[in-house]
């Protein structure tokens, strides 16, 4: 049960002791860091190191020779089931202005509130930390926070949740379950699709999610992916296109978990279809292209982070299909992957006593 729960507590994993097979050959899997509480985004710095977020809270700037370092000034969480300390990116100009941006679940009087922040950072700190945005309204609640950053086009997405109230995905005044552009400096930019339309929140790209927390950006046709959690099946790559309707809670490749059907996408033309939907789940967290040199064969590949699976589920696009998939099993639950500067590839494993593994090519 705990391994379809995306907020389970898991023990401490070791990397597989022997080489991993794999389409393209073996690959070995190394530790760089352990010891961290439920690792959940991370991020690259120009020099090598790396920002990594902990859901309880914590910033942290890891190295892999030695203890990490915790970054103080990180924006107060609600650290509760999903929530917590959630994404973080690094700002295209970030050798100038020194921004980092972070999602996290924002508390409030109301529940709580997925929230992007932005920070200097400054040595083992982050200054002037404050609000982007915040999604409203804040609910109750544990469940469905999302969320990814990625840049695109000169701005910024953030993905969402729908916080498990479901009907509020498919209402336009609200930002429950939507796909959120922004400028950098996270204003509402004045060609996003909804702008001037009445009730409309003028930030919503696209709507109808249910829990994206998988956001990536095609390295040669600029397309924005993203992947999100289904209900009981129906966990989707979908390829986001502006103002569509996603069509959560309205139909799903899925169905509830009380064994209640939810229509099929495919009777409803007016919602966008996923590209691929899986059930049984895959549970899709980070993702990534890969863009390295060190595994030749796989460049070009969409890894995504799975949960459920034990692993990561690569992915060779054609277009705008799917024309192969394979499943590399870790054998514990991966939250995030990212391609290193050394073009290596980087997991973080959902555990209390998580950690940073890397991926290298056996031999």
């Known amino acids: 049960l705990c391994l379809a729960i995306a907020g389970c507590v898991q023990p401490s994993a070791e990397p597989p002791p022997a080489p991993v097979a794999s389409s393209s050959g073996e690959f070995r899997v190394t530790e760089v860091q352990g010891g961290l509480d439920h690792p959940w985004g991370i991020a690259f710095l ?6 990594v977020t902990e859901r309880p809270g914590r910033l942290r700037i890891v190295t892999g020779d030695g203890e990490p370092v915790t970054v103080a000034g990180t924006p107060d969480v609600y650290a509760n089931g999903q929530g917590g300390l959630l994404d973080v990116a690094l700002s295209p100009d970030f050798e100038e202005s020194g921004y980092v941006y972070l999602t996290y679940s924002k508390p409030s009087g109301r529940g709580a509130a997925t929230a992007l922040a932005r920070g200097r950072l400054d040595g083992d700190r982050l200054a002037d930390v404050e609000d982007l945005w915040v999604q409203t309204p804040a609910v109750p609640g544990t469940r469905h926070f999302g969320s990814r950053i990625a840049f695109w086009d000169g701005h910024l997405m953030v993905s969402t949740g729908d916080r498990g109230v479901e009907d509020p995905a498919q209402d336009l005044g609200n930002t429950i379950g939507a796909l959120i552009h922004l400028t950098l400096d996270g204003e509402a930019p004045a060609d996003n699709p909804f702008v001037g339309r009445d009730g409309a929140r003028p930030e919503i790209w696209s709507y109808g999610h249910r829990n994206g927390q998988s956001l990536a950006v095609h390295p040669e046709t600029g397309a924005l992916w993203e992947a999100e959690f289904g209900p009981r099946g129906g966990d989707e790559l979908n390829l986001i296109e502006r103002g569509a309707n996603y069509g959560w809670p309205e139909v799903s490749w899925g169905s ?17 279809d996923a590209v691929r939907q899986w059930s049984p789940v895959i549970s899709p967290s980070g993702m990534d292209f890969y863009s390295g040199d060190a595994f030749p064969e796989w460049r070009g590949s969409l890894f995504i982070a799975s949960l459920s699976r034990l692993g990561l589920v690569r992915l060779v696009l054609d277009g705008e299909e799917v024309a192969e998939e394979e499943v590399l099993t870790l054998g514990t639950r991966v939250r995030d992957v990212e391609t290193g500067p050394d073009g290596f590839l980087y997991v973080l494993t959902d555990q209390r006593g998580g950690g940073v593994w890397r991926l290298e090519p056996e031999g």
């Open 46 to 51: 120009p020099d090598g190191r790396m920002l």
């Open 256 to 272: 509830e978990y009380s064994g209640i059907p939810i229509p099929n996408p495919d009777g409803r033309p007016e919602f966008t």
